[in-house]
């Protein structure tokens, strides 16, 4: 019989972490984590203040300033990693409490999940490693300019590319996220665990109609593992009805 546990698909920023990791990432650049003497280190923090100029005068897109940190971080991070390690202590402590009970099911194995982000994998892959995630779909490292940044409608094709290769694609699909940009993978989702507002919420379930929302930000983490745990049973239950709404959607975003 196929298997008709839900697959469960993270993103990081705002929904696993409750702030961006981004400002993170690019302070830890500014406060001189590179490898070198104080010279090296205020160079890099001149780059990296250039750069921030560039893009709050518009003449820079996120995408293309992401890419330029991105070239900082590889050329600049020290060989110990001290500032990498410094940079994940300070994310981790950010990650959401009520979420601990589910990541420590993902880190047990107990459920299939993938974390998929637009944030980069220089520093999203170590600190998905961390929570315990063995899937991690991230925005690929500079030197991959062939790779557009993992958002979107690019990085719904990711996963669901990433489900058909792991002949997971026939299973009910919960999304954990907080934010619009992923309306193409809300989409394609049976369900939404919820972690932005109220009013966006309501936005993003009239764009992605089929998809049952549920609002997380507030539960504790005694009722996220009740409500996930009801969740995941009643999609199974549907499923082995015989189901699929998503077929259709899947096979033409994949076409």
Request: aromatic share 6%; glycine share 6%.
């Amino acid at each position: 019989m196929p298997r008709a546990d839900p697959v469960l698909i993270f993103d990081l920023d705002g929904t696993i972490l409750s702030r961006n990791s981004f400002p993170y990432w690019v302070r830890a650049l500014l406060t001189g984590g590179g490898r070198g003497g104080l010279h090296a280190r205020l160079s890099l923090s001149w780059q990296v203040q250039r750069l921030l100029l560039q893009r709050k005068l518009g003449g820079l897109g996120h995408d293309a300033f992401l890419r330029e940190m991105q070239r900082l971080w590889q050329v600049t991070e020290d060989s110990t990693g001290k500032a990498a390690a410094r940079l994940q202590s300070r994310l981790l402590r950010l990650v959401r409490a009520n979420l601990r009970p589910v990541l420590k099911s993902v880190a047990d194995l107990s459920v299939d999940s993938v974390l998929a982000t637009a944030a980069a994998a220089d520093y999203a892959e170590p600190l998905a490693r961390e929570l315990g995630f063995l899937n991690v779909l991230a925005t690929p490292p500079a030197a991959s300019t062939a790779q557009p940044c993992n958002r979107g409608q690019h990085k719904c094709d990711r996963v669901l590319a990433f489900l058909d290769n792991r002949g997971w694609e026939d299973r009910p699909r919960i999304f954990f996220n907080d934010h619009m940009d992923d309306v193409p993978l809300m989409q394609v989702s049976h369900a939404v665990c919820w972690f932005g507002g109220r009013k966006d919420m309501a936005a993003a379930s009239k764009a992605a109609p089929n998809a049952r929302f549920v609002p997380c930000r507030s539960l504790s983490a005694e009722e996220m593992r009740q409500m996930l745990a009801h969740l995941q049973l009643s999609l199974q239950t549907t499923h082995l009805a015989g189901s699929a709404p998503f077929a259709a959607a899947r096979a033409s975003t994949l076409s």
